[in-house]
């Protein structure tokens, strides 16, 4: 099966720029995950979304970031404006329906570089 | 809360030898416990498994171990070789019980040939 799909694979701004990342899951998952990883953490999750609804946003920065699954297939994550400490790693990744004892998936995700 | 330990941060092993690392976790209903293998610049892919119904589950040269009362559970590596280098994460689902998962801090495992 295809895997979880990101672009762009880098991405380099100056601060207080804006930015959008997009992913596309595997074929059929139904909830689809953003996290957010800095150098030398693990990944730290901002958003899970079931089908096109968010089920927990509760460390999502919400004055900067924003992110939408219309159609409960691709999604994407913005940034508007930019810190310096946005510098990140973003990985998206999709598990099957609600996502309760099975594994998530990651795509290869976008290497975020604020200047 | 919502809270996965994560330890050692580091670990270094000579080739052949063992490696284990062990991870705490807070919630008490939590049942299902990944642990992730991420290689420099790739993203993380899960290389074992283990729900609460069981207490360990192999798989070749990997195994997970998993001790409910005392909310830990550990990867063991035995006969590590220099491809096993690589930062491994070990994850717990969330509180809100969503279907989310909560990443300890990773430990980065060098295997020395």
Redesign the interface.
């Given at each position: 099966e295809a895997g979880v799909a990101q672009s762009p694979r880098y991405k380099i701004i100056e601060k207080r720029q804006s930015v959008a990342f997009w992913c596309n899951p595997i074929s059929g998952h139904a909830?689809l995950?953003w996290?957010q990883q800095i150098l030398?953490?693990?990944?730290?999750?901002l958003i899970?979304f079931?089908n096109n609804g968010v089920?927990?946003d509760s460390q999502l920065p919400k004055d900067r970031f924003s992110a939408e699954r219309l159609k409960g297939v691709d999604s994407t994550l913005k940034i508007q404006p930019a810190k310096l400490e946005d510098s990140a790693v973003y990985?998206c990744a999709s598990?099957t329906t609600?996502?309760?004892?099975?594994?998530?998936?990651?795509?290869?995700?976008t290497r975020l570089t604020v200047t | 809360g919502e809270n996965?330990e994560?330890h050692p941060s580091t670990l270094s092993v000579q080739e052949g030898d063992s490696a284990v690392i062990k991870c705490t976790y807070s919630d008490s209903a939590s049942?299902?416990f990944?642990w992730?293998k991420q290689e420099l610049g790739?993203?993380?892919?899960?290389i074992i498994?283990i729900?609460s119904n069981v207490g360990e589950k192999k798989d070749q040269r990997i195994a997970v171990t998993l001790n409910k009362t005392a909310k830990h559970f550990s990867l063991h590596i035995t006969e590590t070789q220099p491809e096993d280098s690589a930062v491994y994460?070990c994850a717990a689902?969330?509180s809100?019980?969503?279907?989310?998962?909560?990443?300890?801090?990773?430990t980065t495992l060098q295997v020395k040939p």
């Open positions: 909830t995950y996290y030398g953490q693990g990944p730290k999750l899970q079931q089920v927990d990985l598990g609600g996502g309760f004892n099975s594994p998530l998936h990651f795509g290869n995700g | 996965v994560q049942n299902y990944p992730y790739k993203r993380p892919q899960l498994d729900r994460f689902p969330g809100s019980n969503t279907g989310k998962l909560i990443f300890g801090q990773g």
